[in-house]
């Protein structure tokens, strides 16, 4: 793609590749300066920062201190290599760290909380992620840091107490056992939440490296939502009918059949000979009985929440700060925070899912064809620094367009010279829409290299 650029260069490929070393010399700096950069213009959310991790493959069988063999999303038998990425509410990303491809998950956040605190120095926040990777101990130390935290809890994984909880409304009970609910225009269930705070006892790592129970106060916030409701009975249908469809087959591969077929069926041993349903012999699949499905059905529409950000009652008067810790673990913001207010902190983790599937796609961060450690390295240095342009072009372009329509608009961006002219093709919305928000006028369609050469200079100075 070289002799696309209009600035001309005389290097070679392997030339290229050696200067990704000189690139990695920068990240610490760079990433700094960007966060610094960011914070001035365009603004950080004050307390809100979602983690999550992925992980990309490489064309190669080889594994070292970096490329190790896991499980990949893409389900590959190829080494991988784990990257944690911490954002902001808008979706613009802050920090990122490279772990071996085996790491767990939840040992990767203390890390990348470290690169924020120490190297960002990015005040107290709330940390918003999928309940895998927010251990006992990453619990712990968000705590002791005197920051916040938002996970997910699993409803059908939760002891049966809490579970008769989530689902129970009573209409002359204390009001934190009450639902509140949300209705759209048309007069429409749409929400229903409730939320109470309790103890609960974690699992934390001592000085000494073993598992300690370790008691936290929580809030927990129940959410019912009737477009999830609708979702969960529609996929199950769907698992249902799929179950039926293939029963004879699961009945004769039981043993390798997924989890996910396997569901709603049970095991039926009987005898072959006479047909007899006995306690030995072979074993066929059938569907569960109709209790299961019920029961499961029960909780379709429901999530739970754990946080301990909690805010001020609507009589309470304003405290100074903007923020502070309480003596019983919670962080507190200077004003109400209602259930809805707690959904939609963690509802917006989807961003962070989307940010990679962005740089799998789009920027084509993998496969990975590089293989020495500091040029895998320089590499997703690299993509880090191309998704965050992405993401504040986007954000500049208030979100109407894609990162794929980006993409595609500022490749097709291309020119013909003859002699001392260079001719475009005619322009996209797309890049219509870039070129008027960075003052470029996308819309000529020839220029002379001396015009060229003098919007060079502008977009170098306004940089």
């Known amino acids: 793609a070289r002799e696309l650029l209009f600035e001309k260069g005389d290097y070679s490929l392997e030339q290229f590749y ?74 613009l990303p802050v920090t990122y760290e490279l772990f071996k491809g085996n790491t767990n998950d939840c040992v990767t956040f203390p890390q990348v909380l470290d690169d924020a605190v120490f190297d960002l120095q990015v005040g107290h ?24 935290y938002v996970i997910s809890h699993s409803v059908r994984k939760a002891d049966k107490k809490l579970r008769e909880w989530i689902i129970d409304d009573p209409q002359d009970g204390p009001m934190n056992e009450r639902f509140n609910c949300v209705y759209d225009k048309d007069g429409k269930l749409r929400y229903k939440t409730k939320s109470r705070i309790v103890p609960r006892t974690i699992w934390v ?17 129940v959410i019912y939502s009737t477009k999830y409701d609708r979702k969960a009975k529609a996929e199950r249908q769907e698992l249902i009918e799929a179950t039926e469809a293939d029963i004879m087959s699961l009945s004769k591969e039981a043993k390798n059949s997924s989890y996910g077929k396997l569901k709603y069926t049970k095991k039926v041993p009987f005898n072959k000979d006479t047909g007899e349903i006995t306690e030995e012999g072979m074993t066929y699949i059938t569907l569960s009985d109709d209790e299961q499905i019920e029961e499961d059905e029960r909780y379709d529409g429901f999530y739970i929440i754990c946080t301990n950000v909690i805010g001020i009652e609507e009589w309470e008067k304003p405290f100074t700060a903007k923020h502070r ?31 990679f599937k962005v740089t799998k796609s789009s920027l ?52 013909m010279q003859i002699d001392n002219y260079v001719f475009f093709e005619r322009p996209d919305e797309t890049l219509i829409a870039i070129g008027k928000n960075l ?25």
């Open 325 to 355: 810790f309480t003596k019983e673990g919670f962080f507190q913001l200077n004003r109400p925070v209602s259930d809805l207010d707690i959904f939609g902190m963690y509802k917006n983790l989807w961003k962070i899912e989307e940010t």
């Open 439 to 463: 003052g470029i006028d996308f819309e000529r369609q020839s220029r002379s290299l001396a015009e060229i050469k003098k919007l060079k200079g502008f977009v170098k100075q306004s940089s």
């Open 18 to 91: 050696r200067s990704l070393e000189h690139f990695l010399t920068w990240r610490e700096g760079l990433i700094r300066h960007l966060h610094k950069q960011i914070s001035r213009h365009y603004g950080r959310d004050e307390y809100l920062m979602y983690y999550d991790v992925t992980n990309y493959y490489f064309e190669s069988d080889e594994v070292d201190e970096l490329r190790e063999n896991g499980m990949g999303k893409e389900n590959r038998r190829k080494p991988i290599v784990q990257m944690g990425l911490l954002m902001d509410a808008e979706g």
């Open 125 to 148: 926040k709330i940390y918003v992620a999928d309940k895998g990777i927010m251990s006992g101990d990453n619990l712990s130390r968000i705590i002791m840091q005197r920051d916040g």
């Open 205 to 221: 790592t001592n000085a000494v490296g073993k598992s300690v129970k370790h008691p936290i106060n929580e809030r927990q916030v």
């Open 364 to 415: 084509k961060a993998r496969p990975v064809f590089v293989w020495k450690i500091e040029h895998i390295r320089a590499h997703f240095l690299i993509c880090f620094v191309s998704l965050l342009l992405f993401r504040l072009l986007q954000k500049r372009l208030d979100w109407k367009y894609s990162a794929k329509q980006i993409q595609t608009a500022l490749s097709d961006a291309i020119g």
